[in-house]
């Protein structure tokens, strides 16, 4: 079997070194066996080893290979849809519980990078932009939203504030999250599988499950070896093809699409964003942006339905990067890439046990770097016997596309157009 690395891109190229870790070529046996080295897999795997447990996280290709090595680097809080939204998909008490993890995810990657010494550049910050006075009436019932729930650490901002955060004339307002930030995703993921090993987790790449023998003991296989475990976590998301049919026929893979310019003159890139926050617009298919700590703009947008990948990943992102920023029309781009994430009806995560054993987190819908890390906690205590977070979130409904796996992806382009067409009209 051909080896997997990272794919190009401007993650990649700058990632801080790290060996390959060993094909599983062996028959193991521990406590958990956890399937996917993305953050949901990682996030597991610490907070099960800090509570004792033997853990194997097996990956099918590098360490952060899929989406949690790809993403826009965002740190945003709360989920895909937000709280108002599971108020009306769960009871109250769950609602409630839901509600009060929606901005751990952050505390949580903080806390990881201070704890194990991460180095992932760390910036705190991060703004939603609006572009009509709709999307900021929507800023402002999502102020008064989350800080139902206790979170203070936001601030409003008019059309003469958004200008002072972004060199950009396309807003008309926005709103800044003060615990919001950004990071260097696939650092964050390499040093968060340094943790794993040190305190004794086993991970093996390119090794991925390729069939499950469930039982009172999961016997997980790859191509050259098995891991046999109390518990199985699945975290696979994107990348997990149809190692579970039932979990694939509620999910659909999707593409995004992110470029990187040239670094860019330190007085350019202040005047961009001089207070060095992220930001994303409040559109359905949104666009995101930051600077990287070498004074890069990445920008990424964009969805494709079915996460093919397109032949000119440029030629679909720089536009939109000139629409917003058209003073940086003699820069060059360095980096373009794609990945995948993996998209649910509803927009929330799919989180669950099959055959009591085989425990699962998917679906993050675009929104995955701060809920991973709560997942990876929820699991941890519901093997820890303290379940009542993770039964909250798996008492979130799960919905099969309509029209099934054939016409999944065309309904769902149907349906993102109709998006498309209020935002640009402002209804």
């Known amino acids: 079997m051909p080896h997997k690395d990272h794919p190009a891109s401007y993650y990649a190229a700058t990632a801080n070194s790290a060996n390959a870790r060993p094909e599983l070529q062996e028959n193991k046996q521990v406590d958990v066996c956890i399937i996917g080295a993305g953050y949901t897999g990682l996030s597991t795997a610490l ?38 939204s599971i108020e009306r998909s ?22 990881r990078v201070a704890r194990y010494g991460i180095e992932c550049d760390l910036k705190d910050g991060g703004v939603f ?58 650092n964050l993921a390499l040093g968060e599988a340094a943790a794993v090993e040190s305190l004794g987790g086993a991970i093996h790449e390119n090794s991925p499950a390729v069939r499950i023998e469930r039982g009172n003991e999961a016997l997980v296989h790859t191509p050259k070896g098995t891991v046999r475990a109390k518990f199985v976590v699945v975290a696979g998301n994107a990348y997990l093809g149809n190692l579970i049919p039932e979990l694939a026929a509620k999910s659909m893979p999707c593409g995004t699409q992110v470029i990187a310019t040239e670094p860019l003159d330190e007085a350019l890139a202040k005047s961009l964003l001089p207070q060095d926050y992220c930001v994303e617009d409040c559109n359905y298919l ?19 339905y079915g996460a093919r990948d397109p032949a000119d990943v440029e030629s679909i992102i720089r536009p939109k990067m ?34 009591n054993n085989i425990y699962y987190s998917q679906g993050c819908s675009g929104h995955g770097v701060t809920y991973t890390h709560i997942a990876g906690k929820i699991i941890a205590e519901a093997l820890s016997s303290q379940a009542a977070r993770f039964d909250a ?17 065309p309904l769902s382009a149907l349906g993102a157009m109709y998006y498309t067409l209020r935002d640009r009209l402002g209804f």
């Open 47 to 84: 907070f099960l080893l800090e509570h004792g447990f033997s853990v194997a996280v097996l990956e099918a290709a590098r360490v952060g290979f899929g989406a949690s090595g790809r993403n826009g680097g965002q740190i945003v809080n709360s989920y895909s849809r937000d709280l108002d």
């Open 90 to 111: 769960v009871s109250d008490s769950a609602a409630k519980l839901i509600g009060e993890m929606a901005f751990e995810g952050g505390q949580i990657i903080r806390d």
């Open 129 to 186: 932009a609006a572009f009509n006075p709709k999307q900021m009436r929507h800023l402002e019932d999502q102020k008064a939203l989350w800080e139902r729930y206790g979170y203070q650490h936001l601030e409003l901002l008019d059309n003469q504030h958004i200008k002072q955060v972004v060199a950009c004339d396309r807003y008309v307002g926005g709103m800044l999250d003060k615990q919001g930030g950004h990071i260097h995703p696939l």
């Open 286 to 304: 949104l666009d995101y942006y930051r600077l990287s700590a070498d004074k890069r703009l990445i920008y990424g947008g964009g969805v494709v």
């Open 322 to 355: 000139l629409k917003t920023f058209p003073q940086l029309e003699n820069v060059k781009i360095n980096y373009a890439w794609t990945g995948n994430f993996l998209l649910t009806l509803s927009r929330l995560p799919q989180v669950g046990r099959l055959d």
């Open 393 to 409: 979130f798996a008492s979130l409904p799960h919905y099969p596309f309509p029209g099934g796996q054939r016409f999944q992806i």
